[in-house]
């Protein structure tokens, strides 16, 4: 079964350090990878996008690509107490008859501790 | 810029009764979703629309019909609500033909069924 898996935390870290979210998938030829934040009572808002093997930075935000080890993390650096909230990873994998469908993992909660 | 729409926001139904919820996205994207989320549980596909005039089962379909109206138009019908359906959903909308697009969502519809 095509699967995104992710740890449910809850991750708490200290105001100002870096956080660092895991993600794997179960698809070889996945191609996207998208990183959501959803803040309670919200919907997910997607934060960061990656496609390619290897870095993507944004702000305090750093995606990480490892296709081979079907891998992806997202880093946050300085670490906010606006930061906390649930983050979901959603992978395209494949379905029936080649079509290709957004699978989410079922989120990490943050807490950054002021 | 709307984006995804969904009404109502909220609403509490009584076991039995039905009510359908409304979804319209305006970036002419060519498939919509219906997401449940519950604590714990993540995001799970209830329906789905790859392209207007066909609709597919997800994850989470029994209890639940759909009807994509139009492009822009997906609504989920519950015929006779049930304490289970008790949930926070989600309407989204992808740009299938571009599959490096991201999942967009609405701000979501809270249920209460007593």
């Known amino acids: 079964q095509k699967e995104v898996e992710q740890n449910s935390g809850p991750l708490s870290v200290p105001e100002g350090a870096i956080a660092s979210l895991n993600c794997t998938y179960s698809d070889r030829v996945s191609q996207s990878f998208f990183w959501y934040r959803q803040y309670s009572g919200k919907s997910p808002e997607l934060i960061m996008s990656?496609?390619?093997?290897g870095d993507k930075e944004d702000g305090r935000f750093t995606a990480q690509l490892n296709k081979a080890s079907q891998y992806v993390s997202l880093l946050i650096r300085d670490s906010q107490p606006s930061d906390s909230a649930t983050y979901l990873c959603?992978?395209?994998?494949?379905?029936?008859?080649?079509?290709?469908?957004?699978?989410f993992g079922k989120g990490t909660k943050l807490s950054v501790i002021p | 810029n709307a984006g995804v729409t969904q009404t109502p926001k909220f609403q509490v139904l009584k076991t039995g009764q039905s009510m359908t919820l409304q979804c319209a996205q305006d970036?002419?994207?060519?498939?919509m979703y219906w997401y449940r989320q519950d604590p714990g549980m993540g995001l799970r596909l209830i329906y789905y629309s790859a392209s207007e005039g066909t609709t597919d089962k997800g994850e989470v379909p029994n209890g639940y019909n759909v009807s994509r109206l139009n492009k822009r138009e997906f609504s989920l019908r519950l015929e006779s609500a049930a304490p289970s359906q008790t949930s926070v959903y989600f309407c989204a909308s992808w740009d299938r033909h571009s599959y490096n697009s991201p999942l967009h969502f609405g701000n979501g519809t809270r249920l209460t069924v007593t």
């Open positions: 959603a992978v395209n994998l494949r379905g029936g008859a080649g079509s290709y469908q957004l699978t």
């Open positions: 990656i496609y390619s093997n």
């Open positions: 970036m002419n994207h060519n498939s």
